[in-house]
């Protein structure tokens, strides 16, 4: 009996010791997975009713040319850092990643706007998945810029049917997703196509049987997801909600035709789509209608009307200002609080938001021309010259860097500004008369 007590005894306590270790792991889990972010001069009103997996998403695809042309990235300390570290210590919890087929000419030379073809994507979805963020897969489906403007067939694919092009891009889907899950990235979304506006890799809805066509490559697309990364949600992708008959159109054909598909976002850029009442009556209409999920696949605004790379802006002091939105920290800030809001209390079905490029800046050069041997050293600008072989009317006559520098969450140096904070803040809110 002694024996026993005794033995029953020593159980119980490894038992209590084990039960202990695991309690401090949890905590300490819990602790460095919490988001400690403080601000004194920030202003964020709280986002009431924010789900806890509710998407609070960065494009950052351009990071790696950017990297390679000598920018570095720190953090509100001044201390250099991964930039994916610092996206994730402030609140982002996925990060978007643009993947082009081949966007390279024959001599191997890059067209800018970061090179995105897969293995770009690779290294980010490994350094995402480090800091505990999932990955959204943005699929182009062609070698350069996709929007709604220009939707490119890539080159290998430019004579091909229907029937084999729908084909080619549900093996390149497949190829493409299992590279990024063997890599180790976290494959949370992927979207199939972006911006496809009534058009997509090289198919136009203006043309007989077009959208059939088109929302063939679709289901192509999604068929992989399906197939690789059967828990991952797939998107599609459009633009413009302030022309509200045209997402009535897409959302109804993409029904009509049997697509396959999860989510349907929009893209939202205050300064050309509408206001934030529409985007989510518009968006509100599609998943009440077809029962689907929703959110703003990209969107952005200025903390500043300077230009820091000798390019030139989308928007600055040329104009592009919204009411109540000034091109300041605060503006910026505001703007984010906004949209964020706007999807998840004025939305029905909103998942999340994601920012667009929030950190591309400038590659640092001293003129044009030492920024220009950069950007078509490394593609950090957003098209370089040899683009011009795909794209002639618009990279052709119009590369260069970046446009979009002024609405990063980094300054010019690449230290983090005190706006990349509002994605940390939002569920709490942070009153800064405290």
Known sequence: MRILTKTLTMAIAVALVILVLLLCACQKSDSENKINVQSDTLYVEKVENMPKDFILGMDASCVPSLEASGVKYYDHNGEEKDVYEIL??????????????????????????????????????????????????????????????????????????????????????????????????????VQIGNETNGAMCGEFSTELGGWE?????????????????????????????????????????????????????????????GTLDNLAEVLSDVAEKYNKKVMVAETSYAYTAQDTDFYGNTIGDGGGIVKNYPFTIQGQSN????????????????????????????????????????????????????????????AGKW???????????????GKAT?????FGLLREGNNIYK
Request: proline share 2%.
């Open 88 to 189: 994730s210590a402030n609140g982002i919890n996925y990060i978007r990643v643009r993947i082009w087929n081949d966007p390279f000419n024959a001599s191997g030379q890059g067209y800018g706007g970061g090179n995105c073809d897969i293995e770009n994507a690779v290294k980010i979805g490994k350094r995402a998945a480090k800091y505990g963020m999932k990955l959204l897969v943005n699929f182009h489906y062609s070698d350069f810029w996709a929007d709604p403007a220009k939707q490119m067939v890539p080159k290998a694919w430019k004579n091909m049917n229907i029937e084999d092009k729908a084909e080619a891009l549900y093996a390149y889907t497949r190829e493409s997703l299992n590279k990024l899950k063997k890599a180790g990235a976290d494959i949370g979304m």
């Open 213 to 273: 066509k088109i929302t063939r490559l679709m289901s192509a697309g999604s068929k992989a997801v399906r197939e690789v990364c059967p828990n991952a949600l797939v998107a599609v992708h459009f633009a413009n909600p302030e022309k509200v008959s045209n997402y009535v159109s897409y959302s109804t054909n993409l029904d009509y035709y049997g697509v396959d598909y999860d989510v349907f976002a929009s893209s939202y850029y205050p300064f050309w789509h």
């Open 335 to 394: 703007l984010v609080r906004d949209v964020v809001n706007t999807m998840v209390n004025k939305t029905t079905n909103g998942i999340g938001v994601f920012y667009w490029e929030g950190t591309w800046i400038s590659v640092g050069g001293e003129s044009y021309e030492d920024n220009l041997a950069l950007w078509e050293k490394y593609g950090s600008g957003w098209a370089a010259s040899y683009a011009t072989e795909y794209d002639s009317e618009d």
């Open 399 to 413: 590369y260069g860097g970046c446009a979009v520098d002024n609405q990063a969450f980094f300054d010019a140096q």
């Open 418 to 422: 005190e706006a990349l904070k509002v």
